[in-house]
């Protein structure tokens, strides 16, 4: 089955600064690649997403890249501000059989 | 937002006991999900559901068991209570246009 990692598991950035979070997957089947943030005490929420006929998609300060050839996509956030703190996840799906996850990213942004 | 409600939100319960999760979706969306998050692990499927009365295993199904009689609810049921499955458990539902997939708020389970 699908295999989602994710590193690295902790980053810390400066207010202003980009943060960039990688994963791979395992399954050249996967056409469907999702980020969450996770804030404490909810339920992840869809920040972007990118399908595997699109190398790279924008939303704001946010971007998020896809290498189908190597499995690997990354997110992408710029001018990072406070309120990006929370845990970010990634995961990779093919048509309706559930994503699976990375372990999660926490990021924390530094004053 | 696909108005995803989870209840209970939170639930202590006594080691063999039974315990059901519900799900509800607003959206009348097709498949729907049952996860469990734990730290160090992430978000992991448990089951998930495709349609009424059409079911799944995910990676960690063992010792759950789900139930879909309408497209609106999805059940989690626990038949015998472990510690092992103190855990958050998140259900989510996905877009029937795409794969854009929503989660609920979920469920803190202990236990005891």
């Known amino acids: 089955g699908e295999n989602v990692e994710q590193h690295p598991s902790t980053l810390s950035v400066q207010e202003g600064d980009s943060a960039v979070i990688k994963c791979t997957y395992s399954d050249s089947a996967s056409n469907y690649f999702p980020w969450y943030k996770q804030e404490l005490g909810k339920g992840p929420q869809l920040i972007i997403d990118?399908?595997?006929?699109?190398g790279e998609k924008k939303d704001q300060r946010i971007a998020v890249t896809l290498n189908k050839t190597a499995k690997h996509f990354s997110l992408h956030i710029t001018e990072t501000q406070p309120e990006d703190s929370a845990v970010y996840f990634c995961?990779?799906?093919?048509?309706?059989?559930?994503?699976?996850f990375g372990k999660g990213t926490r990021l924390h942004i530094l004053p | 937002d696909a108005g995803i409600t989870q209840s209970p939100r939170h639930k202590v319960t006594e080691t063999g006991t039974p315990v059901t999760l519900r799900c509800h979706q607003t959206e009348n969306h097709r498949y729907m999900y049952w996860y469990r998050q734990d730290p160090g692990h992430g978000l992991r499927l448990i089951h998930y559901?495709?349609?009424?009365?059409?079911?799944d295993k995910g990676e960690v199904s063992d010792g759950y068991s789900v139930s879909r009689s309408k497209t609106e609810d999805f059940l989690l049921t626990l038949e015998s209570a472990t510690s092992s499955q103190t855990s958050v458990y998140f259900c989510a539902s996905e877009d029937n246009s795409g794969n854009t997939i929503y989660f609920g708020e979920g469920s803190w389970l202990t236990v005891v």
């Open positions: 990118i399908r595997s006929n699109v």
């Open positions: 559901s495709y349609g009424v009365k059409d079911t």
């Open positions: 995961a990779a799906s093919k048509n309706g059989k559930g994503i699976i």
